[in-house]
Structure formats: structure tokens, C-alpha cells
């Protein structure tokens, strides 16, 4: 009873020391946490894996992209799904959570060796910074922190079939969510199987067989990353050290009692001898060989060194824990039992290691509540935000703001930015802050970054222009300058391969078994979208199908319409098109404008456009690939409609 009792007491102290960065802000506290939250959302609001970057809407996030982190993304996705919990939450609370498993799974690792309560409570101690990350933000590298103790005991203590599977899970759940935290799960487990080897040679096999496995799977997919970073390993460093990790701080912060306690844990091991022992040494040795090559050779791999020392301070955790226990129980304790009756011996004991526990929180927590953090948005951008994102509707997809906020504003809005800052500010930035500075004057420069509105905690001066809320500037639809009136089509080239149809685009068809396919090879190397009607076995009326979208519009104004199209066997009375077809309010039909002739036979890639005027009485608009009345297939690419 008492032993649980403490346990809890000691998750109780983990799940504070991860909070006490949110105490007062409920925001994500640092740039990857809002990365990766835009990246979750962005899976439960589409429905897939591949899609377009959530932030400048230029790429494609994918497996075996530059998103190394999916199976992250997809975990805290469906977590969000299943239990429903707010997003924000979810990220000030999930670390506190995470880590308490963390600390728990170190507890029954160590536990087996009798030092777990003493393990788990150094564990608590895994400092967090901006540059280390750390147990405090809800980030891949916290997570796979938790699977390292729990990797070791399955390696030391489960049966070999059901470890291999468990191992097996892991590792490849890892290499998806962060392939760092894999790699080091790998040096931290490789003692241990190299020790193996000698006492149970298939057991070692087996556990390497598991580590390899993985990775041997996912080669074809992950060929074009690993050689860049194998000849990276022995490439000097541009900047070194990394200037946002300060190793001294960092060890400041975690304190020098644990470091002694570890000192102390070390030998005790060494004393005890045994694979278990040796293993949980020789993985720090090991960690700590590769991260002083790093430094002192800049042999090795930046992220392993970076993210490895968290790591490292786990597996030190649990030597101090296994260095507390030997003191208290075969050095203090004997000595008191030759002086004192058990019963005062025992309670003199647990007194010597509370005062000692309460020596090293009375340093501990101090010094993390006083480790710099920075914040992105406060509450006024974040009412701003939701504003934007309840009431701006998609013909405003995309802003110019702040680029160190940029990522949080795509978060919580949804709109797309054209720059944001992911690691450091470049030139383009500063011309960013320079235009918002000065007061948003120049309405070239919104054109030229391509979007229709402007997020600024400084007023814009610009009759092009429009307040409609606070620090929330749209351009005037009617201005020579504004964004708006370019390619209103979204996804007019068909590149957002998510969905189905893709995004922005619908289908519709009548009187046929039209094929709408999806993706297929573009006009220049991208993907476009095609429309085939079969022959039918019986004659049918008027068959027709269309990929359409209703861009936002103006009754009486033109648009300059074109786009590119290709056929093949196209046949019948009628043929392909880009139609344009008006409706009025209630969607009653008005009319339909033609640009162009019916297209028909097999052709190759053709450019057509047109200039169309809204008719009076106008709300809405169908931009269509169209074919209608004919069979046969057509593909379609770069749609465009632009307000003149």
C-alpha cells in the first residue's frame, strides 16, 4: 500500500513538472507543437494521409515525403476522433499525461531490480527547453521517449515470441511517429542484444532480426532519405555547436545531486554485474560515446545528438534511482540497524531519503520555473483567429501576417500563408514585417504574394483595403490590386490529390456511367482529372458529366475563363467543353455563357479561353468541365477564372 502510495505520489510530481510551462498560457507553447497540431487537424478534417501543406498550400505532405512524423500525426488525430477532447486541451494536458507513462514505464522496468519507485522519481527530473524539447511539449520526441523503458523491458523481461511481436510493433510504430526516437531506441537496445549473443545466440538474432526488419521493409520508400544522411553523418557541420542546445544549461537545470546519485548508481551496477546490469550501463556508455563523437569529431547525425540527450538523462535517471536504493538499503540502512533498534533504523532511513528527495525538489522545481519559453499568439490573436476561421469564407484562402504567428494562424484558421518562419527568419520575412510595419501601403506587394487578406496588430493604411474586424484587413474585390480577382479556381491544376473527388472540386453526371478519374498524368508532369462515358448498349438521352466548381462572383463584372484540355475518341452529337452556366438566388438557373465549340475526336493538349459577364441578378457561378451528349474521354488541367 504504501509502496503504490508513493508510486503516485511520484506521477502526481511528473504530470506538475510537464505542466509547468502551460501554467498561465493555454496555448501550444512552441513551434513543432503547432506544427504538428496543423498536421493532425488537417488528417481528421480530410480523411487522409496525403494532402497539400496545411501552411502554404505548395507540396504535398505523404509517406516517404519530407513528413517524417505521419504516424504521429495519425495517432493524435484518432486520439482526437475517439475521445473528442478540444484540440488545445489536448496539447496543454497530453504532455503532462504522456510523461506520467513515461515515468511509469521506467517504474516497471527498474521495479524488477527493486529500484523502481527510486528510478521513476529521477525520471520526473528530464528537464525541458526550447532547444531540447523535453517531456513538456506534446511532440514525437516525448512520445518516443516513453517507448525506450518500455522497449527494455520487453528486450530483458518478456518471453521471446511475444517480445519479438512487441518489438517488432514498436519499432515500426517509431520509425513512422520519429525516426529519431527509433534510431535511438536501436543504440539503446544494441548492448544488450551484443550481450545476448554470447549467452543465447538465437535470442540475439532474433532481437536484432526485430530492430533490422523495419527498416529493411520500408527501404524502397526511405532509400532516397538514408543515403542523403549517411554522407551526411561525415560532413562537417556548418554551425556547431547547435546554437538552441545549451548542453551546461540543460545539465544546470537538471541538477548535480541526481549526477552523483548516478556516479553512485554506476558502481553499484558494475558491483552486481549480470547482463541486465552491464546492458543498462553499456547503453549509456554507448549513447554517450555516439553524442562525444558529435561533438568532438561532428561525426554522426544532428537530430541523434539533439534528441539523444533526453534519452541519455532517462537512462542516467535510473542509474541515479539504482544509486539512491543501494545507499538506502545496504549502506545507510545497515549502519543504522548496528546503531538503532529496526524500527527506528527503518523510519531514520526513510527520513535521511525524504530529506534528500526534498534537498533535490527544493533545486529542481526552482530552476524549471524559471526555463525561458516563448509564446506566439496571445489571446487577442487567438479570438482573431477563430473569428477568422468562423466568418471568412473560402474565396479568402490565404493572408498575409506575422510569419513567426503564421504557423499558428493556419492552425487554428485553416487559410493558407505564404510564409511562415520553420527555422530561421530569411529575407522574405523581413520584407514581410517591413510591409506590415509601414502599414500594409503597397497593394503590389499583396498581389505578388498571392493572397486576399491581411492579419496585422498594426493599422493598414490602404484604401484597397477593408477593416472588417479588428486587425483583420480583407482586399477590396473591386480594387485593381487585389488577389481576389486572380484565379478564383481552387486547385485549378487538380494537384491536391486528397479526396474524392479532389479538393474543391465536385461531380455530377446524368443518363450515363460516366468515369470521373482521378489522378491522372498532367500536361506538364503534375496530375489533372478526366471525364470517360462508355458507349451504352442502349441509346440514351443527352448523357452528360461534369467536374465543377462555383467560384465566388460578381453580377456585372467580367472574367477572363480558359483552361487546357485533350480528347480522345470523343463522339456523338455533342462533344467536351468549359462551360459557364449562372444561377440567381435559390440557385434558379439564369443562363449559360459560351467561350468555345464542342471539342471532339482525339486531340492533344489544347489551350482554350474565353471572357464571360455576369448577367444581371447573378449570385453564383458553375465553372464545368463538361462533356455532354457524346462519348469517349477527356482530360482536363489549369482551369482559370479571373475577375477583369
Known sequence: MTKTLLLLIILLLAGFVAFIP?????????LDEWTHLTYAKTITQTGYITFSDPFTGEGTSAPGSD????????????FREVTGIDW????????????????LCVYIFANRQHYGLEAAF???LIPTTV????????VPMALGLLFIPLSLYI??????????????LITCFLWSMHPTSAAVQG???????FITLFSNRGRGLGLLAVLLLPVVIALPIIINRLLPAVGQMLTPKAVFPPPFLDLPAILQIYGVLPLIFCFIGIIYLLKRGGRFNYGLLLALVLLLVIMLAFVRFQVGLEPIFVRGVSTALLLIGALAGAGLYWLRTQVLLPRLLDKYKPRVATYADGILCALSVVVILALAIPARFNVPYYHMIDDEDYRAFVWIGDNIGPEYDAALVDPWTATAFSAVTGKKVPRRIAEKEEPADDAIYDYLNSG????AFIRDNRVSFVYNRIQCNNPDLIEVRDNVFLTNPNSTGSYVKANIIRNAGFELTYGNPPGYWVTWSLNCKAEFLFPQPGRSGGSCAAIQIPKPETPTRRPQAVWGQEPPIQAGRSYLVSGWMKTEDVSGPGGAKIAIHWRGPGKAWITDTPIMNYVKGSTSWIFYQGRVSAPPGAMTCTVGCLMIDCTGTTWYDDITFKAE
Open 88 to 103: 488545445l486541451l489536448l496539447i496543454r494536458f497530453g504532455p503532462a499525461l504522456v510523461f506520467m507513462l513515461t515515468v
Open 131 to 138: 532547444g531540447l524539447l523535453g517531456p513538456a511539449f506534446l
Open 440 to 443: 500594409c501601403q503597397d497593394t
Open 187 to 193: 543504440i539503446v537496445l544494441l548492448p544488450f542484444i
Open 22 to 30: 502551460h501554467i498561465g498560457y493555454a496555448y501550444p507553447m512552441h
Open 67 to 78: 513528413n517524417v512524423w505521419i504516424g504521429y500525426h495519425v495517432l493524435l488525430a484518432v
Open 122 to 124: 529521477f525520471t520526473c
Open 155 to 168: 528486450a530483458f523481461y518478456i518471453k521471446p515470441w511475444p517480445s519479438y511481436l512487441l518489438l517488432f
